[in-house]
């Protein structure tokens, strides 16, 4: 069975960074598009990050880009999000995700994480 751990969500001032790690078991990264999603209080679910399987990049959501970085380690089915200059609309539970399919532009992935909280004061 697949399964997405989600750690490493916190309480942080505005200006501050957080990582966040998704273990993902039982799954090989080079078949599965992965990605991060979050969904903030009364929102829908947004894509913040995702690879794409056509070019094998990695692709951001237009408000995160050059704040937040993604990345791979084959080695420990793990991915992470650098979260960097976070801002307080930023606060929201953050999932990992994972899908068969080419990854990007971002749709509803078929495997989720849990989901790992958070939250940014002002």
């Known amino acids: 069975e697949v399964t997405l751990v989600e750690s490493g969500g916190n309480l942080v001032q505005a200006g501050g960074s957080l990582r966040l790690s998704c273990r993902i078991s039982e799954l090989s990264f080079d078949d599965w598009a992965l990605a991060w999603f979050r969904q903030a209080p009364g929102k829908l679910r947004e894509g913040v990050s995702a690879?794409?399987?056509?070019?094998?990049?990695?692709y951001y959501r237009d408000d995160v880009k050059g704040r937040f970085t993604m990345s791979i380690d084959k080695a420990s089915n793990t991915i992470y999000l650098q979260l960097n200059n976070l801002r307080p609309n930023d606060t929201a539970v953050y999932y990992c995700a994972a899908d068969r399919g080419v990854g990007v532009p971002f749709y509803w992935y078929s495997l989720w994480g849990q989901g790992t909280q958070v939250t940014v004061s002002s």
């Open positions: 690879t794409s399987r056509l070019d094998g990049n990695i």
